[in-house]
């Protein structure tokens, strides 16, 4: 019978702590860093194969056995995943390289690839008891927790800095979220979350803080996976805040070798960040298994606006180990970007998804992609909600 989890126990990226899955956790209870939930794939390559999948439904759901929900019952879908992955030909001809590929993340539920984390860990939250959800967020996870507690029932609080776009709030105000915002940077909504949630007993839905919301980003991989017909592209640029979909796919990618789905190949992961706050790029190429907090942290690419971020070894463990890299690129170079790319494609990109491309185009002038190799850019989101950079910039 298909349709369960092979889930088995979550496990300390960290510590390597082991701990039983079938109750909510935040970070481990012994070194307080995030944990990973591990899987028994030996059982769920016999019971599932890519010809399995043919037929199954165009969401992120289709990939059921190895997301961590038991029951159906609680599963909480507004169509996430599934995205589609574009060749970009006239991009191509433009910048005289191929092939060029977008997974177009704009299409998700709430504007953003933010949908499929939590979609995931909004169903697994809602089965092991949570009554109210708490996130801190730049933009986009709020409107995506606003979506899913909505459709799940459960309250939703969400932490924004004051600054932020108006759209967001005005989304997540419609979909019935309790907004509260406040003055500074993602980590001082995050403070202000932390204090509340003791107090109400509500549950910490933060970027790895809970366990779920990455095994709904590594979708991403395995859809990658399976839109290029079960081999990998050589080089995936990744617009890195919190990191959770950089480190969700290295995580797909190792279960759909261990799956026996893929071969060893795998991409060069990429890391591209705001000049404005770039404190993985920092660490990155000093060679530091940690990440040093990014002061005054300012960029126009609200998702990237993270100065500290808790899975920063996990991050960085994938660039190395993928021989990837990361590259800081300036504001202004994040916005002729974001206008290339949409007039070369019709897509209307967010910020974070201009910046792959400005990422891009240095690493082809330095000579680190080279001609003939497979390029993924990820458009993490729409551009309709970043009002604020559009009206300065058109
Ligand atoms: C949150 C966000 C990011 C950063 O994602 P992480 O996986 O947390 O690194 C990038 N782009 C957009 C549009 C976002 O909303």
Redo the contacts with the bound molecule.
């Keep these: 019978m298909a349709n369960l989890s092979y889930l088995s126990y979550l496990e300390c990226g960290w510590c390597a702590e082991k701990l039983e899955s079938n109750k909510l956790w935040n970070l481990c209870p012994k070194c307080g860093k995030p944990l990973l939930a591990r899987y028994d794939l030996e059982e769920a390559s016999r019971a599932v194969g890519p010809k399995d999948l043919l037929n199954r439904e165009p969401t992120l759901w289709r990939y059921r056995e190895l997301l961590p929900l038991q029951d159906d019952a609680h599963k909480v879908s507004l169509g996430e995943g599934f995205t589609p992955l574009l060749r970009a030909r006239r991009l191509e001809t433009e910048l005289e390289h191929s092939p060029i590929f977008i997974k177009e993340?704009?299409l998700n539920p709430a504007g953003?690839?933010?949908a499929r984390?939590l979609s995931v860990a909004v169903s697994r939250a809602l089965e092991l008891g949570a009554k109210a959800l708490s996130i801190p967020?730049?933009?986009?996870?709020a409107c995506a927790l606003s979506a899913y507690a909505a459709a799940a029932g459960l309250e939703a609080h969400v932490y924004l800095p004051a600054d932020v776009p108006k759209p967001f709030i005005n989304e997540c105000r419609v979909l019935g979220a309790q907004v509260h915002l406040i003055e500074g940077l993602i980590t001082d909504c995050g403070k202000a979350a932390r204090e509340d949630l003791e107090k109400y007993g509500r549950f910490d839905v933060s970027?790895?803080k809970e366990p779920y919301r990455i095994e709904g980003?590594k979708t991403m991989g395995y859809e990658l996976a399976e839109q290029f017909n079960w081999t990998l592209p050589d080089v995936i640029i990744?617009?890195?805040?919190?990191?959770?979909?950089?480190?969700?796919m290295w995580k797909a990618f190792e279960e759909l070798e261990k799956l026996g789905w893929i071969g060893s190949k795998r991409p060069r992961m990429v890391t591209v960040q705001s000049e404005g706050c770039a404190p993985i790029v920092k660490a990155f190429h000093q060679g530091q298994e940690l990440a040093e907090p990014w002061p005054n942290a300012s960029t126009i690419?609200?998702?990237?606006r993270?100065p500290a971020?808790i899975g920063d070894f996990l991050?960085l463990r994938a660039l190395r180990e993928s021989r990837g890299t990361a590259v800081a690129v300036p504001d202004s170079e994040i916005l002729q970007a974001t206008h290339v790319l949409g007039k070369a494609t019709g897509i209307w990109p967010?910020?974070?998804?201009g910046?792959t491309l400005a990422a891009f185009l240095r690493l082809k002038q330095s000579g680190w992609v080279r001609e003939g190799e497979a390029v993924v850019l990820?458009?993490?989101?729409n551009g309709a909600k970043y009002s604020r950079i559009w009206d300065q910039s058109s």
Excluded at 301 to 304: F, K, N, R
């Design positions: 993340e704009g953003s690839f933010k984390g967020s730049a933009g986009n996870a970027t790895l980003k990744y617009p890195t805040g919190g990191g959770t979909g950089l480190v969700g690419a609200d998702g990237l993270v971020a991050i967010a910020p974070e998804g910046a990820f458009n993490t989101g």
